[in-house]
């Protein structure tokens, strides 16, 4: 029984696995934004296969492996040679490695996710997940070939690609999917209607909010340790303030 339960979301990983497959043979015929969109989607299809093993009771050991091999390919190989392709192939020898990063960086994520797995539930995620850092540079690619019809802040480009390589490998919380249930926290239907309006947002101007918006995202961890650290220096300024009064 539980293997049948497991078949539905095998196939959403299956389809997952093939939209990454079919983004590198685009990203090598030049077709950059067909191929980036390729990747949003296997994103998508990774959020779903996850969702629909909890509600079929379908999560196995074994999902947990082929799910990782497919992300493998469309979080990390696919978004490498997205990146080669546009830009660093003109780069020499140093554009073949600085897209072999998400690659790499991806795989070793995958790698210690799987390794330290406990359940198949979870609070957050430790470092950035890799389908959020591939969807942050295949937004890059759309919002510039939708504003300039090519890529431009070749730069900005690189320095992003480096940026979620490195937060997939760091222990920086990053939220959850939230659980869409009306009987939850307070907290969890805020994150419910944030990503409601996200989602709206990029329905209705998706080339040039998706961007921004996965930005903020990718932000959030590093602005989060930020201000713990500076709340919590307050916080012993405040303290030792007190001791120095009494």
Not at 78 to 83: G, I, T
Not at 112 to 121: I, K, M, P, V, Y
Not at 199 to 219: A, D, H, V
Request: net charge positive.
């Amino acid at each position: 029984m539980r293997a049948r339960a497991s078949l539905v979301p095998g196939f959403f990983t299956m389809a997952n696995m093939f939209c990454g497959y079919y983004s590198v043979l685009l990203a090598a015929q030049g077709r950059f934004t067909t191929a980036a969109w390729l990747i949003i989607a296997a994103g998508v299809l990774d959020v779903l296969d996850g969702k629909l093993a909890r509600m079929v009771d379908g999560a196995s050991e074994f999902g947990v492996q082929y799910d990782s091999l497919a992300d493998v390919i469309s979080f990390g190989l696919a978004p490498s040679a997205l990146s080669y392709y546009v830009l660093f192939q003109e780069w020499g020898t140093t554009g073949l490695m600085l897209s072999f990063v998400p690659l790499v960086f991806g795989a070793i994520r995958l790698a210690r996710f799987n390794a330290r797995l406990e359940g198949f539930d979870k609070d957050a995620f430790e470092g950035v997940p890799s389908p959020a850092a591939a969807i942050t540079i295949c937004t890059f690619v759309l919002f510039n070939y939708d504003i300039w019809g090519e890529l431009r802040w070749e730069k900005i480009f690189m320095t992003i690609v480096l940026l979620v390589s490195i937060l997939m490998i760091t222990n920086i919380r990053y939220e959850i999917m939230p659980n869409f249930s009306l009987q939850s926290s307070r907290i969890n239907r805020l994150k419910i209607l944030a990503v409601i309006i996200g989602i709206i947002i990029i329905l209705i101007y998706p080339q040039r909010t998706f961007f921004p918006l996965i930005m903020i995202y990718i932000l959030s961890g590093p602005i989060r340790i930020i201000w713990l650290l500076i709340f919590s220096q307050q916080e012993k300024a405040g303290v030792s303030k007190t001791k120095e009064r009494k």
